[in-house]
């Protein structure tokens, strides 16, 4: 019966550390995505010439994938 216990304990530990592990890697995830928000936030809006570049650079790419 101890050793049943035993293994549910080490079971528990386990499943904890992971969660613990895939909270904080969520977090800072989170937390690089809104940082990289208010950066663009803050650069403001592309000119149409920009626009423009950034519409051939994705072309180019989906033709050479």
Same mark, same amino acid.
Do not use: C, N, P
């Given at each position: 019966? +101890?050793?049943?216990?035993?293994? +549910?304990?080490?079971?528990?530990? $386990? $499943?904890? !550390?992971? =969660?613990?592990?895939l909270a904080?890697?969520?977090?800072?995830?989170?937390? %690089? !995505?809104?940082? !990289? =928000? %208010?950066? +663009?936030?803050?650069?403001?809006?592309? +000119?149409?010439?920009e626009m423009?570049?950034?519409?051939?650079?994705?072309?180019?790419?989906?033709?050479?994938?």
């Amino acid at each position: 019966m +101890s050793e049943l216990l035993d293994d +549910s304990h080490l079971l528990k530990e $386990r $499943r904890g !550390t992971t =969660l613990i592990v895939l909270a904080v890697l969520s977090w800072i995830w989170i937390g %690089f !995505t809104v940082i !990289t =928000l %208010f950066i +663009s936030i803050a650069d403001g809006k592309k +000119s149409a010439e920009e626009m423009e570049e950034e519409k051939l650079k994705y072309w180019k790419q989906q033709l050479l994938k």
